[in-house]
Nanobody, 113 residues
Framework: QVQLVESGGGLVQPGGSLRLSCVAS????????MNWYRQTPGKQREWVAF???????SYATPLKGRFTVSRDNGKNAVDLQMISLQPEDTAVYYC???????WGQGTQVTVSS
């Protein structure tokens, strides 16, 4: 059974940084492309970043330069480093494999003074 578990969320002041992590189990992690999404109440889930199995990376255009995705196949983990956080970054952040409809439970990020 595939499990994705996110961690690292929390409350941070505007301008601050957070590093989210997603650990996967139940699959041959190195073979899978991973994505980060985020969602705020009443809105659709928004794509944030892509981390390919071949190390290709891509980002939602508004987030380029502030968010960095990486993976560690030895740890079955994909991380999302976020800097210069703003209140509009407040959301529940999910890692997932959309093509297989596999999602983690999400981790809350709140940016507020």
């Amino acid at each position: 059974q595939v499990q994705l578990v996110e961690s690292g969320g929390g409350l941070v002041q505007p301008g601050g940084s957070l590093r989210l992590s997603c650990v996967a189990s139940g699959l041959n992690f190195r073979n899978y492309d991973m994505n980060w999404y985020r969602q705020t109440p009443g809105k659709q889930r928004e794509w944030v970043a892509f981390m390919g199995s071949n190390d290709y990376r891509s980002y939602a255009t508004p987030l380029k330069g502030r968010f960095t995705v990486s993976r560690d196949n030895g740890k079955n983990a994909v991380d999302l480093q976020m800097i210069s956080l703003q209140p509009e970054d407040t959301a529940v952040y999910y890692c997932g494999i959309p093509s297989l409809n596999h999602w983690g439970q999400g981790t809350q990020v709140t940016v507020s003074s």
